[in-house]
T-cell receptor, first 109, second 110 residues
């Protein structure tokens, strides 16, 4: 099982780009990298998923280097409503899915 | 409207009492998961089921039990053996490598 390591917390200001990096040194060949966002007292919700290189959707981009031992979630022009905890999860299609501690992002005016 | 439904939203347990948290999904997913979250902490895996009539212990299964008699349902029972049950409980189902979460149940001890 690939263990993930993220910064515990990050601060940013409205309008800035935020990059959160996750380390997963023992990622397996068939593992995907998925990022989730969680607000207090709610279930996490899916943000973006990737396997290699770069993935972009309407809310974020995900950068994965060739060795896949890390990944970076990029949030463009954050707003106050992006204040949340962000988790990266490395998993394939089966079995145990273990979350790391997550990164608490605080966006200030 | 498809998704994961957890009930109740709030639950109170008395000393020595077993309580059951409900989790239902209409997404036709085979795999389902239960996580526990303590204040300011991450998600810890309690139990998971990859198919009907089969389930495995996660990292903190002691004091909990589950059943998976139907594909749509994965109830979690918090037994009296769980001495510190106060937490936020999250249920999820999985499609490929993606998890879909319910809105959670907050369990407190009276």
């Amino acid at each position: 099982l690939a263990k993930t390591t993220q910064p515990i917390s990050m601060d940013s200001y409205e309008g800035q780009e935020v990059n959160i990096t996750c380390s997963h040194n023992n990622i397996a060949t068939n593992d995907y990298i998925t990022w989730y966002q969680q607000f207090p007292s709610q279930g996490p919700r899916f943000i973006i998923q990737g396997y290699k290189t770069k993935v972009t959707n309407e809310v974020a981009s995900l950068f994965i280097p060739a060795d896949r031992k890390s990944s970076t979630l990029s949030l463009p022009r954050v707003s106050l409503s992006d204040t949340a905890v962000y988790y990266c999860l490395v998993a394939n299609q089966g079995g145990k899915l273990i979350f790391g501690q997550g990164t608490e992002l605080s966006v200030k005016p | 409207d498809g998704g994961i439904t957890q009930s109740p939203k709030y639950l109170f347990r008395k000393e020595g009492q077993n309580v059951t948290l409900s989790c239902e999904q209409n997404l036709n997913h085979d795999a389902m998961y239960w996580y526990r979250q303590d204040p300011g902490q991450g998600l810890r895996l309690i139990y998971y089921s990859q198919i009907v009539n089969d389930f495995q212990k996660g990292d903190i299964a002691e004091g909990y039990s589950v059943s998976r008699e139907k594909k749509e349902s994965f109830p979690l029972t918090v037994t009296s053996a769980q001495k510190n049950p106060t937490a936020f409980y999250l249920c999820a189902s999985r499609d490929s490598a993606k998890l879909f979460f319910g809105s959670g149940t907050q369990l407190s001890v009276l």
